[in-house]
């Protein structure tokens, strides 16, 4: 089965698994583990924040930073699709007790003007906003990439109303290798970002945080207050750092990949592609037939041996990723031709 699925399906790597079973550990929730404290450092610095703090999962990551950020009745503003507005269980409300204020964008990026709209007037009958949470790549807009000016704009706007800035970067490193901007660069204008090892990199689990001491005291509060304190983690911070070592060059490789099977979905009369939007390693599709829906497209690839995922009723994703090469790529738009007549 070709999975395109998602880039969280890869497996280790023979070499991944190596470091793995030789990694040094200690125990983290002492702060005893010199792997895991070698990894935090190391991707703090990347990020140009002063500390970091491992984590299990990017929806935990999100989830702590706004925690961390905000009070109860607060407001948080977000693009309508964000991950942490649709894909994390109402986490926001659930845990830190804040609203959400979703706001359309364009292929994901959010204009300062937008930013400046949707912050509320101080007044007794509103919550108080605190906090702009944007993603890079964008994840629904199809692993889009925000552009550095406009995050810049939204800062300013951000400073004139004394709000913090959290960046969603689960696929940051996807946006380094698009674009050549260093993470550091990336993660200027944020007083927090997380990070995820297990996308694009390849790593079975983990995520990281980044910001300042201050912030990351409290966020290691909340790690154990959520229940994401972990033992002899270095097992799983040995993966993240070999991917670090190993698998950003070949990012580039994903996102030929996925310019490639775009271009061939989209010369199918079945299917309709946002060119514009294959940016990175995502790749969304839409059916044309009313008579096809997606979960359909879905089933009939599925039997020749292509794994894509329904988002919607028209709507497909496919991911390319560390265990999909070219050869790979080629043989799946081989079985989207034979499934789908050009």
Not at 315 to 341: M, N, P, S, T, Y
Request: glycine content about 10%; some cysteine.
């Amino acid at each position: 089965m070709i999975d395109l699925r998602s880039d969280t399906v890869t497996k280790p790597t023979q070499a991944m698994r190596k470091a793995m079973a030789e990694a040094e550990v200690g125990d983290d929730v002492f702060g005893e583990d010199p792997s895991v404290n070698r990894l935090q450092e190391k991707v703090a610095g990347l990020l140009g924040k002063s500390e970091g703090l491992f984590l299990p999962s990017g929806t935990m990551s999100n989830q702590i930073c706004i925690k961390a950020q905000t009070q109860p009745g607060d407001e948080i503003i977000c693009e309508k699709n964000a991950h942490l507005y649709i894909y994390e269980a109402g986490g926001p409300a659930f845990h830190s007790s804040v609203q959400v204020m979703p706001v359309p964008g364009r292929l994901g990026v959010l204009t300062a003007e937008q930013i400046e709209e949707a912050v509320r007037p101080r007044n007794i009958h509103n919550p108080v906003t605190r906090l702009i949470c944007l993603e890079n790549t964008h994840n629904r807009a199809g692993g889009t990439v925000f552009p550095l000016e406009e995050i810049r704009r939204i800062r300013k706007t951000a400073d004139a109303h004394g709000l913090k800035m959290h960046l969603d970067g689960a696929r940051l490193w996807n946006a380094e290798a698009a674009t050549g901007i260093p993470l550091k660069t990336w993660a200027q204008s944020f007083d927090s970002v997380a990070v995820c090892f297990s996308k694009g990199l390849g790593a079975p689990v983990g995520s990281l945080i980044a910001g300042d001491e201050a912030f990351i005291e409290k966020a290691r509060r909340y790690r154990k207050l959520f229940g994401g304190g972990m033992r002899q983690a270095g097992i799983l911070a040995a993966a993240a750092m070999h991917a670090l070592d190993h698998h950003v060059k070949r990012l580039t490789d994903d996102h030929r990949n996925a310019k490639r099977l775009a271009e061939a979905i989209a010369g199918l009369s079945a299917f309709r592609v946002d060119m514009d939007a294959v940016q990175t390693n995502i790749v969304y599709f839409e059916t044309c037939d009313p008579g096809l829906s997606a979960e359909e497209a879905v089933h009939r690839l599925g039997e020749k041996g292509v794994a894509v995922l329904a988002v919607g009723p028209c709507r497909i994703r496919a991911v390319l990723h560390l265990d999909i090469g070219k050869e790979q790529v080629e043989e799946a738009i081989g079985i989207f031709r034979l499934v789908f007549k050009p």
